[in-house]
Each structure stands twice: as C-alpha cells, then as structure tokens.
C-alpha cells in the first residue's frame, strides 16, 4: 500500500510540473487561396504540337502565375503558437504554386512551406530551428505578402527556403542582425551532400523607413567524390556567393516605395568523368538585378502599383533567359508590372498588365516568329483568413 501511495504521489507531482513549467501563450490559425486568369496579348495562349514535343504557350521565365487561361494558384494554411519564451511555426501549402515554391521537397515535406521551432533566449536574442523562407530578397512565395501577383526575376531565381539554426538579435534603435547555418539552398528534409551555407542580416526599421542588407554563402551542390560521383548528376559548381539589399519607405500616408537590388555569383566547379574529379577552368556565372516598387492607395480599399525590374546574367547565368548567339551566354530583361489592389473584405483582386522585354528574341508571335517581347495580362483573386 505504502508502495502505491509513493507511486500515486509521484505521479502527481510530475503531472503538475509539465502545467506549472508551461509557457503561457495561444494558439492561431491562418492562411490563404488564390486563383486567377492569365492572357497573352501579342503570343499564343494554347499548347500546341511541334513533332513529338508539346509546347506550352509564352510566359514570363518567373514562378507562379505562368500557365495560360484559368489558373489555379495554392491553399495555404498556418498554425503557430506564440508564447512567451517559446513557439512553433508549421506552414503548409497546395496547387500548383505550392508546388512551384518547395520544388527541392520529397516525401512527406512537399507540402511543407516552413516548419521550425523558435526559443526567445532573452528580449534581444531569438533561436530558430527548421525550415524558414529566406530572408533574401522583396518579393516572398505568399501571394498576400506581394503587391504583384506575378513575381519578379530576382525572386525567382534567389533562394526560396532555407533548413537550418538562424540567431536574430535586436540591436539598439531599430537596428537587428541575423546569423545562420543551413542546409544547402532549398534542401528542406535533409542535407545529402554534406555542405553547408552560411548566411547573414543586418537590419534597419523604425519611423517608416527599413532596410535589409543580406548575405549568402555556401556550395550549394557539394563536391562530386568517389562516394557518389555521378548521383546527381555530372557536373558540381563551386560555392555561391549572394548580397542583397531590400528596402522601405513611408513617404507619406498614401505613397510607398520599395527597393530590392542583388547580385549572384557561383563558382566555376568542378566535372566528374566516373569517380575521376578535376579542376574546370573558367569564370563565375552568375546574375544581378535592380527593381524599383511604387504604389500608391487612392483610398482605404484601391491601390496601384508598379514594379519596374532590370535583371541581367552573365556567363550562362542559371538558365533563365535565353543567349541566343551571344558567345558569353549574357543576356537581360526589363520587367515593367503594372498591378491594381481592390480589397473587398478579406478577398483582394489584382488585375495586372506586365511587359517583359528581352535582349534576346526568346518569345514568339501568333505565327510562330521570334519576338523579343511579351505583353501578358493577369486577373488574380486572393482570399486571406
């Protein structure tokens, strides 16, 4: 008896310290759904054969958004709890924009958008451990987080997530730093190459004004080695090197305007022939950019915008403009976005006129002639909870 009294009190005990122990916060759940029309003014707007191939009709070389007629883009849901001293953040996504955003996923996270956990250490440091969306860049993968629907050329082709330890500080007046170690870039269950990329934030906000300076290094494919010299692939670059800027500015109650410039460089690597590796000669590839974000609300429910990008490769760059016959695989395009914001409760609709003009002739007309231009519409409706 004296046995089971002793066992019944420690019992007690223990399931009353879990709830004294417990740090006191809630509970939220939230997220989005979005759909929308896409048409293209000077280009076809079906699929069509060529031989064997089926050709999708032209689109902007950006995510998102790029399919042609009624489109769907992704359910997003959210739950997160906040508490005093610690929280957990678990944000999950599906369609065909969710899809486009966790690419690099497999298994059971190709429907995880972020998924980390975060301990305040004190008022001035915070841990976070997990997978996080990057802190590079203007742009981010949820449609209620943009302005523009359609989203630009240096998002699109920066990193999207990262899996990893990051520390936030917050300085004084305004000002914060980050630190991070991670998984190579957009590399979310786990880390197959055994590399890791480094990054860094410091940051300014306060009185309408805020400015982010970013930083990203690492390999980002891992050397190719005798252990597995051709599983992905025959070819490892070398480590990649990024700086961002993002920035903010209040001009006044009714005026906004953003900034965002970057530049991306990756080593030239190495190439396998069987479980041989050797040095390759030539120069980083690589791209940068430049953009500009305007908008202005004419009142409390209609807004207009317009984000007017310059995003160039060098060297091959990562594939996502066409060369044409340049020898140096350089190549540019300016990204002129014209969008509207008309809120009608929680559902946004965004109508949106964008021209993309190439250095290169990589679009075709109706006749199937190359053209170096193309000028889309896009009716976005997004409903956030």
């Known amino acids: 008896m004296k046995k089971i009294n002793l ?7 223990f399931s009353v310290l879990p709830l004294a122990a417990q740090d006191e916060g809630s509970f939220s759940f939230s997220g989005s759904v979005d759909t929308y029309f896409r048409y293209n003014f000077n280009s076809r707007n079906r699929i069509f054969a060529s031989g064997d191939n089926v050709v999708a009709p032209d689109a902007p070389t950006t995510s998102f958004a790029n399919r042609p007629g009624f489109g769907l883009g992704m359910v997003n849901l959210i739950a997160a709890y906040e508490g005093e001293k610690v929280g957990f953040v678990a944000d999950l996504v599906y369609g065909p924009r969710g899809a486009d955003a966790v690419f690099n996923s497999g298994g059971s996270a190709n429907i995880v958008n972020q998924l980390y956990v975060y301990y305040n250490v004190s008022d001035a440091v915070t841990l976070t451990l997990g997978n996080f969306n990057t802190f ?14 359609s989203t630009s050329y240096m998002f699109s082709y920066g990193p999207f997530s990262h899996t990893g330890l990051k520390a936030d ?128 609300a004419t009142s409390e429910t209609v807004s207009f915008g317009i984000r007017g990008e310059y995003f160039s490769e060098f060297n091959g760059g990562v594939g996502a403009l066409p060369t044409g016959a340049d020898p140096d695989g350089d190549a540019s395009v300016i990204d002129l976005t014209l969008s509207s914001n008309i809120a009608v409760g929680n559902l946004t609709f965004i109508p949106e006129v964008r021209l993309d003009a190439l250095s290169e002739d990589g679009f075709q007309n109706r006749d199937f002639e190359p053209q170096s231009s193309l000028i889309s519409f896009l009716f976005a409706a997004v409903y956030s909870f």
Not at 7 to 13: G, K, N, P, R
Not at 251 to 263: A, K, P, Q, R
Request: charged share 15%; no cysteine.
């Open 169 to 296: 500080f917050a300085l004084s007046d305004g000002f914060s730093a980050m630190l991070a170690v991670m998984n190579p870039t957009d590399l979310t269950e786990f880390n197959p190459f055994g590399t890791y990329t480094l990054g860094a934030q410091l940051g300014y906000d306060n009185d309408g004004t805020s400015a982010y300076l970013n930083f990203l290094y690492g390999d980002q494919d891992g050397r190719l080695d005798e252990d597995f010299p051709t599983t992905f692939g025959g070819t490892s670059s070398g480590a990649t090197f990024q700086a961002d800027l993002t920035a903010g500015f209040d001009l006044s109650d009714e005026f906004y305007l953003g900034v965002n410039t970057t530049i991306n460089t990756t080593g030239a690597g190495q190439t396998s022939n069987g479980t041989t590796v050797s040095d390759a000669d030539g120069d980083n590839s690589g791209f940068y950019g430049a953009a500009l974000y305007a908008q202005y």
């Open 7 to 13: 066992l019944t009190l420690v019992l007690a005990v």
């Open 136 to 149: 590079l860049g203007y742009e981010v993968i949820s449609p209620t987080g943009n302005f523009n629907y």
